[in-house]
């Protein structure tokens, strides 16, 4: 009798057992079939974002490229600018970020016995006259990283918003007694711009020089802005083959003579932006209190030897309110 009891227990908990494992199983395989449907989600899922993250990734690629177009930005190949008996010069990069506004990131290397300095002259963008800001001094047998800048202001007076082409040289002197080791010859780079950009020039304003193939232009007077007490701002076209100096002599302002500051150096072929500058103290010491009428005459001569060009006639300019 109680040998019947126990196997009928026995019966009774291996059927629950085996019905437990059945059950357990079951949700085990439903626990498993949630798993893969819920990873082949997330898979799904993540395989849009992706996607997504792709497609803006490459529109965020083409609004900077395109952005950077509207902006004028452009890159330069490393490239060795200057090769002379030691001393070596490679243009690194152009940079749009400068405190200044864009610069030319250079290396120089002196392999020679004296120190020496090196400094830009005569340097261009874009066929317009802009002045380079560069002096870097390197020990004997030294290297130095160094910046060719040029100023924000001068690119916007000039309406340069693209960097096409580049021209300076390089003058280079020892440091201790000045002595000249090496002036170069022009020096040309150009950039990553489209090769079909034409920069414009504004020669608009009032033309007062148009003789052997030099053109001058008045564009305003400045006399409540300037720094120095009034500006009158020139445009500047040297269509010769010389480079050229212009400056002006026996200035009168409402018959009173002064003596402004100007002096523009113009290579050939070359376009400036320029201004004739009156210092406040002299406006004053004269009791003129706006300028109205202007007369002088320019002398032009050639920056490297010289040799007078020509001296215009007697100029005169009137301003009105």
């Given at each position: 009798m109680h040998k019947k009891i126990l196997t009928l227990l026995a019966v009774i908990i291996m059927i629950v057992f085996l019905s437990?494992?059945?059950?357990?199983?079951?949700?085990?395989?439903?626990?498993?079939?949630g798993e893969l449907i819920e990873e082949k989600e997330e898979q799904i899922v993540?395989?849009?974002?992706?996607?997504?993250?792709?497609d803006a990734g490459v529109?965020?690629?083409?609004?900077?490229?395109?952005?950077?177009?509207?902006?004028?930005?452009?890159?330069?190949?490393?490239?060795?600018?200057?090769?002379?008996?030691?001393?070596?010069?490679?243009?690194?990069?152009?940079?749009?970020?400068?405190i200044w506004g864009?610069?030319?990131?250079?290396?120089?290397?002196n392999n020679r016995d004296e120190g020496i300095t090196v400094q830009t002259r005569n340097s261009s963008i874009n066929d317009v006259m802009i002045e380079s800001m560069f002096s870097c001094d390197v020990a004997a047998g030294k290297?130095?990283?160094?910046?060719?800048?040029?100023?924000?202001?001068?690119?916007?007076?000039?309406?340069?918003?693209?960097?096409?082409?580049?021209?300076?040289?390089?003058?280079?002197?020892?440091?201790?007694?000045?002595d000249d080791i090496y002036d170069s010859e022009t020096i040309y780079i150009t950039t990553s711009a489209d090769e079909s950009f034409v920069q414009s020039y504004d020669d608009s304003g009032f033309v007062i020089l148009d003789q052997n193939d030099f053109k001058i232009v008045v564009k305003k007077l400045d006399s409540e802005d300037s720094f120095w007490g009034a500006d009158i701002y020139l445009y500047i076209e040297n269509n010769s083959d010389k480079n050229a100096t212009i400056q002006i002599?026996?200035?009168?302002?409402?018959?009173?003579?002064?003596?402004?500051?100007?002096?523009?150096?113009?290579?050939?072929?070359?376009?400036?932006?320029?201004?004739?500058?009156?210092?406040?103290?002299?406006?004053?010491e004269n009791n003129i209190e706006s300028i109205e009428e202007l007369e002088f005459y320019f002398t032009i001569f050639e920056s490297d030897s010289w040799?007078?060009?020509?001296?215009?006639?007697l100029i005169k300019v009137s301003f009105s309110d």
């Open positions: 437990a494992c059945s059950d357990t199983t079951q949700v085990a395989e439903e626990i498993s079939e993540e395989e849009v974002v992706n996607e997504e993250q792709s529109e965020k690629s083409d609004d900077d490229e395109s952005l950077a177009s509207e902006k004028g930005e452009v890159t330069v190949d490393e490239q060795v600018l200057l090769n002379y008996e030691g001393i070596i010069i490679t243009l690194k990069s152009l940079s749009t970020d400068s864009p610069s030319l990131r250079v290396l120089v290397e290297k130095a990283n160094d910046e060719i800048n040029f100023m924000d202001t001068d690119l916007e007076i000039a309406q340069i918003e693209t960097i096409k082409d580049i021209e300076l040289s390089f003058t280079i002197f020892n440091s201790d007694t000045w002599r026996d200035t009168s302002v409402n018959g009173f003579m002064t003596e402004p500051s100007f002096s523009c150096d113009v290579l050939a072929g070359k376009k400036a932006f320029d201004s004739i500058t009156f210092l406040e103290a002299d406006l004053e040799d007078d060009i020509f001296d215009s006639d």
